[in-house]
T-cell receptor
Framework: EPEVTQTPSHQVTQMGQEVILRCVPI?????FYWYRQILGQKVEFLVS????????KSEIFDDQFSVERPDGSNFTLKIRSTKLEDSAMYFC????????????FGSGTRLTVV | GNSVTQMEGPVTLSEEAFLTINCTYT??????LFWYVQYPGEGLQLLLK?????DKGSNKGFEATYRKETTSFHLEKGSVQVSDSAVYFC?????????????FGQGTELSVKP
């Protein structure tokens, strides 16, 4: 069964450093998403991406965050200057259509900011 | 705005007990409703879904019925197993929302003891 692949599985970074979280969505999917889950809390939407542009972003997704699909297969989330409160599990997801159906989530990247 | 509320956990049951995890939602229009499961150390997996009122989603012995009159989507299983221990998330997608983001409840941790 096709998978969404995320790398790395765990990343530790110093506060103020830039991090890039990488995702390889399912190849024929068209809609891409990032969500995050702070430890013990709910899963929160960050951003959706379609047709090479952001289609929606949450209040969390401020100027420190950016997304890119650089080569038609990877989908990246960049955090420009990490803060302690960015420590969370970040999930990538993709789907063929919108409407919330048919999501496939990756297994996540645990980001720890120290 | 759209939101999802789940019963608080953790829920601790003995093997073969009956499980109910309550989920209610607030949404404009007619959302699609989902249950996702997160096993320890893993990502989110779709457990079941329902896209219109009175639909029943089912998978692996779990069931949930889309009740528009009570705006609920409670998860049930007749006889839980130790392997069902996980965190369960109720979620909705607004079909009129561009891009199809998911809105999650806070999650309910289930622990099944032998």
């Amino acid at each position: 069964e096709p998978e969404v692949t995320q790398t790395p599985s765990h990343q530790v970074t110093q506060m103020g450093q830039e991090v890039i979280l990488r995702c390889v969505p399912i190849s024929n999917h068209l809609y891409f998403y990032w969500y995050r889950q702070i430890l013990g809390q709910k899963v929160e939407f960050l951003v959706s991406f379609y047709n090479n542009e952001i289609s929606e972003k949450s209040e969390i997704f401020d100027d420190q965050f950016s997304v890119e699909r650089p080569d038609g297969s990877n989908f990246t989330l960049k955090i420009r200057s990490t803060k302690l409160e960015d420590s969370a599990m970040y999930f990538c997801a993709s789907t063929l259509r919108d409407k919330g159906l048919g999501y496939t989530f990756g297994s996540g990247t645990r980001l720890t900011v120290v | 705005g759209n939101s999802v509320t789940q019963m608080e956990g953790p829920v601790t049951l003995s093997e073969e007990a009956f499980l109910t995890i309550n989920c209610t939602y607030t949404a404009t229009g007619y959302p699609s409703l989902f249950w996702y499961v997160q096993y320890p150390g893993e990502g989110l997996q779709l457990l079941l879904k329902a896209t219109k009122a009175d639909d029943k989603g089912s998978n692996k012995g779990f069931e949930a019925t889309y009740r528009k009159e009570t705006t609920s989507f409670h998860l049930e299983k007749g006889s839980v197993q130790v392997s069902d221990s996980a965190v369960y998330f109720c979620a909705l997608a607004d079909p009129y929302n561009q891009g199809g983001k998911l809105i999650f409840g806070q999650g309910t941790e289930l622990s099944v003891k032998p």
